[in-house]
């Protein structure tokens, strides 16, 4: 019993974020929406029993997509009315593929997908599909899981390494030429004339004429 209203409560919720991330007029609001849906999607996954995917997520849609979504969002400069104008071309496409999806979740449903299976009469003890997981990645598919590791590390390094080169017309900053720098460097030590500014005098030091 509590499983069915934890499942209402999460997949009304989930329907409504969703429905908020297409209908909301301001982007932020459209990232908090989907924030919101990627938890209750997570809290589906917990209880279908699959508690790794639920977890993951977490920690990888919200934790770094959504965020990254939300640093676009507040760094670029977007044009509501251009948007808008793009937007009214595209519905038909829309509605098309949504009728699509629609006629398959219904010929789904039609053709039992959803059912629910019939309970066991004895409880079979399960250990849990991230312990499982766990296990068949680091002993049947170690290399493979290694050398995918690998593979990402060197995707890592060559992209900091791209970003990093040298570039004419870039300032940068050199910590031994600050360290060695003096204070007659940085500072002119001036006497200026009276009812004359500061500027004034800096520029006599100088040697430039007013």
């Not at 699959?50 to 934790?63: P, S």
């Not at 680091?138 to 990093?164: K, R, S, W």
Request: proline share 3%.
């Amino acid at each position: 019993m509590l499983a069915d209203l934890l499942f209402l409560l999460f997949s009304s919720v989930l329907l409504i974020a969703a429905l908020g991330v297409i209908t909301a007029k301001n982007p932020m609001h459209c990232v908090l929406f989907m924030i919101l849906s990627f938890f209750n999607a997570a809290g589906l996954f917990i209880l279908l029993g699959a508690e790794f995917l639920g977890l993951l997520l977490v920690m990888v849609y919200v934790g770094a997509i959504a965020v990254m979504f939300l640093f676009i969002v507040m760094t670029i400069d977007i044009d509501f009315a251009v948007l808008k104008g793009k937007n009214t071309n595209i519905v038909p496409m829309g509605i098309l593929v949504s009728a699509v999806l629609l006629l398959e979740l219904i010929a789904g449903a039609w053709g039992g997908m959803f059912h629910t299976p019939q309970q066991q009469t004895k409880p079979v003890m399960q250990e849990e599909n991230a312990q499982i997981l766990g296990e068949v990645l680091f002993t049947d598919y170690v290399v493979p899981f290694q050398g995918a590791a690998i593979i990402l590390l060197i995707a890592m390094v060559g992209a900091i390494v791209l970003t990093h080169r040298r570039r004419s017309g870039v300032k940068r900053q050199d910590i031994t030429k600050q360290i060695q720098r003096k204070k007659s460097d940085c500072m002119i030590v001036t006497e200026p004339p009276a009812k004359s500014g500061v500027a004034a005098a800096y520029f006599v030091g100088k040697g430039v004429e007013k």
